[in-house]
């Protein structure tokens, strides 16, 4: 994540297999029926590293779920509570602790007085390394959802899927009723994820891919972008378009390319100004992760293959 830059956050690159969405977003602040359990809310925080906004989905008919209340705004907190229109809320649950997908919980909690519950919290007090401008610094849920745990409602359950690579924390969550997953930053409906290290690790982002092609979800509800049918083609896209950002890599080392700034100058052609602190951030995931795996080698800012 470009440091400054509070919002969270995708990368430059389309998903393959799938076009960019040439239709005008809805209206914020508005509840769309996706399906009959299912409401969602965009929140009017729109920008080149959230797209049209994050939205916010509500799960439920009589109380109910909330996903990622998003960022502390008052409009968008009007038109969560509008949603709500009074029913009782069980729970608010957050996938991942970026700037614009958590500060909403607070008041909303305190509103509603439904525990917060999902993503593990981190401690950031030191301001160490896994410390970054897209953090939401003061995430504390009052319960951490562990891969395969559940929370319930009267007519819906919806289960934690671990999903680290975004960052360490990203849960995703399945809804039992209708086989429909709510995707977070893990599985987006216009671009693929930014992978910032430290906290951002390419390796688990791709076994968190590989993870979500071996489920049979109906259905894709990203944090940002539209919803995705037929998930698996686009899981299936994402993964090869990572192994062939890896391949150029390996192939520009090759050819004498050494620091991270020249690979996205030949990686990146045409790229958004706005945009290529998160393609650096892209790259060095890469390399970290073939350092990891004995294929390249890291020294200062220079970047070469292993040795043969
Ligand atoms: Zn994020």
């Known amino acids: 994540m470009p440091s400054g830059r509070g919002a969270c956050v995708v990368a430059p690159d389309p998903p393959s297999g799938q076009a ?14 996706l399906e009959p359990l299912v409401t969602r809310v965009l929140a009017p925080n729109a ?3 959230t797209y049209t906004g994050t939205q916010t989905h509500l799960v439920g008919t009589t109380d109910l779920a909330i996903i990622d209340p998003g960022p502390a705004d008052d409009a968008h907190h ?32 305190q509103e509603t007085g439904a525990p917060i519950v ?10 160490g390394p896994r410390a970054d401008a897209a953090f939401d610094p003061d995430y504390a849920p009052d319960r951490v959802l562990a891969d395969g745990e559940r929370v319930s409602g009267s007519d819906w359950t919806l289960e934690a899927i671990a999903t680290p690579g975004h960052t360490s924390n990203h849960l995703a969550f399945a809804l039992h009723q209708t086989n429909a997953l709510f995707s977070g930053d893990h599985v987006m409906g216009w671009a693929t994820s930014v992978i910032s290290p430290p906290d951002g ?13 071996g489920r049979d979800d109906r259905v894709y509800y990203p944090g940002h972008g539209l919803e995705i049918d037929r998930p698996q083609r686009l899981v299936r896209g994402m993964l090869g378009h990572r192994k062939q950002r890896e391949g150029q890599i390996m192939r520009l080392l090759a050819e004498g390319a050494r620091t991270i700034p020249t690979l996205v100058e030949k990686m990146y052609v045409g ?32 970047w070469r293959l292993a040795a043969a």
């Open 271 to 302: 790229l958004d100004h706005r945009l290529r602190g998160a393609a650096e951030r892209s790259v060095l995931a890469h390399l970290i992760d073939l350092d990891r795996r004995g294929l390249a080698r890291g020294n200062g800012e220079q």
């Open 118 to 127: 999902g993503a593990a919290p981190f401690a950031l007090s030191d301001g």
């Open 20 to 33: 960019m969405d040439a239709t005008p977003p809805p209206p914020t602040g508005l509840a769309i029926e």
């Open 201 to 213: 690790d390419m390796g688990e982002y791709m076994a968190s891919l590989e993870k979500l092609l």
């Open 47 to 49: 920008s080149p590293y």
């Open 78 to 109: 009007a038109a969560l509570l509008r949603a709500i229109g009074g029913r009782p809320v069980t729970a608010i649950l957050i996938t991942h602790h970026h700037r614009d997908h958590s500060p909403g919980a607070r008041r909303l909690a």
